[in-house]
């Protein structure tokens, strides 16, 4: 009988994501100063010294966990909104893009929340790497916003950049508290996206605003 073929680069593919999804949850429960390779290691079940045959250091590690983090979220934004009817208007692109960043920021919850938590413990240069995908991920969100604001969705007086920041903070925030018995992640993207587009305000007399 012939030989079974081994897939040896699907193995150290899978050993790699053991490692970085332990790399994940390390840094998340115990900040990045604190997690040492051991500790990553025995998280993942294997030798310290086997970490060097897929990186080549702790800050490569936390690099590609910080990348995860954002990647993650981005490419489920971006499948969700591209995914929509092409008559699909800007009020229901926002919020399937609120939706779809909830719902993967929940589900990689150890890389979502890393990245939230331990993005000012990393080296600069690490800080700096991770700028890249960061940038990439806001765009997305700026043009959404910006194409809004073309279409007479969004007020004109609305600086755009300033709302996809605010967004984003609030979008990244339930990683330190949401709890699925409180709110189905559904309901939280439909409260977000109402006072993202409609605002928590009464108008004020006279204002109109």
Known sequence: MPKPIVDKQGRKDATRSRILDAA?????????????????AAAADMKAGSLYYHFDSKEDIVAEVLD???????????????GLPGNSDSRRK???????????????????????????????EVRKRNMAVRDAYEKLW??????????????????????????LAALNSPVEWYRTDRLPVAELARLLADYTLHGAAVPEKGTGN
């Open 142 to 167: 700026l043009n959404l916003f910006e194409q809004a604001q073309a279409d007479g969705t969004i007020r004109k007086d609305v600086n755009p950049n300033i709302l996809k920041l605010f967004l």
């Open 24 to 40: 994940a949850r390390m840094f998340n429960e115990n900040g990045f100063a604190a997690t040492s390779l051991r500790d990553i």
């Open 94 to 124: 926002i919020r399937t893009a609120i939706a779809a960043h909830l719902e993967a920021l929940l589900a990689h919850g150890d890389y979502t929340s890393a990245n939230i938590r331990i993005f000012g413990q990393v080296p600069a």
């Open 68 to 82: 995860l983090g954002i990647r993650n979220v981005h490419e489920a934004v971006e499948a969700a909104v591209a």
